[in-house]
C-alpha cells in the first residue's frame, strides 16, 4: 500500500516523467483523462482556473479517485484486503467515465479549448 501512495507522490510532485498513456504513445492522441495530472499538480498549487483549463473535470474526477483511495485504505487497514468497490462506486464510476468521454469527444470539436495539448 505504501508503494501505491509513494507512486501517486511521484506522479503528482515529478514534472519530468516522460508521456506513459499507451494511447498518446501509440496513437498520438489525448485520452480522455489525459491532463488530469496536470490538472491536480495545479489545484494544489492553488491555480482552478488554470486546472480548470487543462481539464475541465478535474473537480470531480479527483475527489472520486480521493475517496476511493481513502475507502480502500480504510477497508484494507480494518480488514486487511482490498474492497470490492462495485458495489459503493459502480454507478458513480460508470457515470463519471462517461462524462468523461463526452468531454473528450466534445474538446475534439473545439469546446473547452479543443484537445489537451500532449
Same mark, same amino acid.
Given at each position: 500500500m505504501a508503494s501505491l501512495v509513494g507512486l501517486a507522490a511521484v506522479l503528482l510532485?515529478?514534472?519530468?516523467?516522460?508521456?506513459? !498513456?499507451?494511447?498518446?504513445?501509440?496513437?498520438?492522441?489525448? !485520452?480522455?483523462? !489525459?491532463g488530469l495530472t496536470r490538472a491536480a499538480r495545479l489545484a494544489l498549487g492553488g491555480d482552478f482556473a488554470g486546472a480548470t483549463h487543462i481539464h475541465p473535470l478535474w473537480f470531480l474526477v479527483l475527489p472520486f479517485l480521493g475517496t476511493l483511495g481513502i475507502f480502500q485504505l480504510g477497508h484494507y487497514l480494518v480488514r486487511g484486503d482490498l474492497a470490492r468497490l462495485h458495489r459503493h462506486f459502480g454507478h458513480a464510476g460508470y457515470a463519471l467515465l462517461t462524462l468523461l468521454v463526452i468531454v473528450w469527444v466534445a474538446r475534439f470539436f473545439g469546446a473547452f479549448g479543443g484537445p489537451c495539448p500532449i
Open positions: 510532485f515529478v514534472t519530468s516523467l516522460p508521456a506513459m !498513456c499507451p494511447m498518446r504513445v501509440l496513437l498520438h492522441t489525448p !485520452c480522455p483523462s !489525459c
